[in-house]
């Protein structure tokens, strides 16, 4: 079963990240600290796949998340030869991104978003590991990413590899995600968890103050501030997450607009910047400043519209990566009550939530997954009352 308020956090996450890289607005990245968020909602994810499967669990996180990597490089890494990209062997990082793939001047901006797969792949390999520590000594190691990272920014390690650091960075929030599954968030009373919240956002905050980036007051420019910052985030937003989030469906369009970005994330984070790269100079020809209200406004649609060509496009490949049958739109009309005696199953969600088929459970339409109470014979399956669920290249924009 799928909690709507984890989906609908995801969903804010994504559109954050897009008008983020539209504006510049570093604002958003205090407001709403996207990409810790979604690293924090995966790691959830991939306990609870461990939980399911486990070590195969890796190798299916892996299938649902390449493909849609592979249709990007099938189009952009031939364009890249022919616009000044040498072929080397490294170009074959394209298709297994552990380190940095090679870019020509327009790909290495196009395609930056490629860092997010990278540590994504790294951290799902960490993951049996880093989970059966984690089961076991809890609080050291949802402390060491943290304490790798300030040993790194005070100048300990001055020559961290790019990985390192976003293992400091990033893999804090992907163990808090570990905490939020196994209810360890859930579990801490709000005497302790505020003040902790409240403790971690005033260390970030401080650092954030005292070490401006280029940009002024944004996240991606101050990693321990960024860390810190995310950490007393997630604790609230993600370590107090409601049971459910029944008010999401009520909306139509709002239930259909969630279920489809979750759906469809990978499309979307992959495709939205090379519609950035693309549309800047075109839209500064006809007067369109990118300081002008109206002209970023515009520009904002313009990329949700082509993102949604995309969708369309190309979308169907998350479904056939994750074993589903391919939408043109995901979360449509429900599909025909199940003849007489037959199993229903749920149908996972981005990337990698349900891990699969689920006996004795149906799936409607929103992503949400419902129990199935058991059928006698000749009879039909009938869903019971909805329950909730718990579950590069690099630049300076994220």
Same mark, same amino acid.
């Given at each position: 079963?799928?909690?709507?308020?984890?989906?609908?956090?995801?969903?804010?996450?994504?559109?954050?990240?897009?008008?983020?890289?539209? $504006?510049?607005?570093? $604002?958003? $990245?205090?407001?709403? !600290?996207?990409?810790?968020?979604?690293?924090?909602?995966?790691?959830?994810?991939?306990?609870?796949?461990?939980?399911?499967?486990?070590?195969?669990?890796?190798?299916?996180?892996?299938?649902?998340?390449?493909?849609?990597?592979?249709?990007?490089?099938?189009?952009?890494?031939?364009?890249?030869?022919?616009? =000044?990209?040498?072929?080397?062997?490294?170009?074959?990082?394209?298709?297994?991104?552990?380190?940095?793939?090679?870019?020509?001047? &327009?790909?290495?901006?196009?395609?930056?978003?490629?860092?997010?797969?990278?540590?994504?792949?790294?951290?799902?390999?960490?993951?049996?590991?880093?989970? &059966?520590?984690?089961?076991?000594?809890?609080?050291?190691?949802?402390?060491?990413?943290?304490?790798?990272?300030?040993?790194?920014?005070?100048?300990?390690?001055? %020559? +961290?590899? +790019?990985?390192?650091?976003?293992?400091?960075?990033?893999?804090? @929030?992907?163990?808090?995600?570990?905490?939020?599954?196994?209810?360890?968030?859930?579990?801490?009373?709000?005497?302790?968890?505020?003040?902790? /919240?409240?403790?971690?956002? @005033?260390?970030?905050?401080?650092?954030?103050? $005292?070490?401006?980036?280029?940009?002024?007051?944004?996240? %991606?420019?101050?990693?321990? =501030?960024?860390?810190?910052?995310?950490?007393?985030?997630?604790?609230? #937003?993600?370590?107090?997450?409601?049971?459910?989030?029944? &008010?999401?469906?009520?909306?139509?369009?709002?239930?259909?607009?969630?279920?489809?970005?979750?759906?469809?994330?990978?499309?979307?984070?992959?495709?939205?910047?090379?519609?950035?790269? #693309?549309?800047?100079?075109?839209?500064?020809?006809?007067?369109?400043?990118?300081?002008?209200?109206?002209?970023?406004?515009?520009?904002?649609?313009?990329?949700?519209?082509?993102?949604?060509? *995309?969708?369309?496009?190309?979308?169907?490949?998350?479904?056939?990566?994750?074993?589903?049958?391919?939408?043109?739109?995901?979360?449509?009309?429900?599909?025909?009550?199940?003849?007489?005696?037959?199993?229903?199953?749920?149908?996972?969600? &981005?990337?990698?939530?349900?891990? =699969?088929?689920?006996?004795?459970? *149906?799936?409607?339409?929103?992503?949400?997954?419902?129990?199935?109470?058991?059928?006698? /014979?000749?009879?039909?399956?009938? !869903?019971?009352?909805?329950?909730?669920?718990?579950?590069?290249?690099?630049?300076?924009?994220?």
């Amino acid at each position: 079963m799928r909690n709507r308020y984890l989906d609908l956090l995801r969903f804010l996450a994504i559109i954050r990240v897009v008008v983020y890289h539209v $504006t510049g607005w570093g $604002t958003l $990245t205090l407001l709403f !600290p996207a990409m810790s968020v979604m690293f924090a909602l995966a790691g959830s994810l991939m306990a609870a796949s461990l939980d399911r499967s486990g070590a195969p669990a890796v190798g299916r996180r892996l299938r649902r998340l390449l493909p849609s990597l592979w249709v990007v490089a099938a189009i952009f890494v031939p364009a890249m030869l022919l616009t =000044g990209l040498p072929l080397t062997p490294k170009v074959l990082l394209w298709a297994f991104p552990v380190t940095d793939p090679p870019a020509n001047y &327009w790909g290495a901006l196009a395609l930056s978003p490629i860092w997010y797969l990278r540590d994504y792949l790294w951290f799902v390999f960490a993951s049996p590991l880093a989970l &059966w520590l984690f089961r076991r000594a809890p609080w050291p190691t949802l402390l060491a990413p943290y304490a790798l990272l300030a040993a790194i920014e005070v100048g300990m390690l001055p %020559n +961290a590899p +790019a990985v390192l650091r976003d293992f400091g960075l990033y893999f804090g @929030a992907w163990l808090l995600g570990f905490a939020h599954h196994d209810g360890l968030l859930r579990r801490m009373a709000n005497r302790v968890l505020v003040p902790t /919240a409240l403790a971690l956002g @005033a260390a970030g905050a401080a650092w954030i103050v $005292t070490h401006p980036g280029p940009r002024g007051y944004d996240l %991606n420019d101050m990693p321990l =501030g960024n860390a810190l910052w995310s950490a007393a985030f997630i604790l609230v #937003a993600i370590g107090r997450a409601p049971a459910s989030a029944a &008010w999401v469906d009520r909306n139509a369009l709002l239930g259909r607009a969630v279920t489809v970005l979750n759906r469809r994330a990978l499309t979307c984070y992959l495709w939205h910047m090379p519609f950035v790269v #693309a549309l800047t100079p075109l839209v500064d020809v006809v007067g369109w400043s990118h300081q002008d209200p109206v002209g970023l406004a515009i520009r904002v649609a313009l990329v949700f519209a082509l993102v949604g060509v *995309a969708i369309a496009l190309v979308g169907w490949v998350e479904d056939v990566a994750a074993r589903r049958p391919p939408e043109l739109l995901p979360g449509g009309r429900p599909r025909p009550a199940a003849r007489p005696g037959a199993a229903t199953a749920a149908r996972p969600g &981005w990337p990698g939530d349900a891990g =699969g088929a689920v006996p004795g459970r *149906a799936a409607p339409a929103g992503g949400s997954v419902v129990p199935v109470s058991p059928a006698p /014979a000749g009879r039909a399956v009938v !869903p019971a009352p909805r329950a909730a669920e718990e579950h590069t290249l690099r630049i300076s924009v994220r």
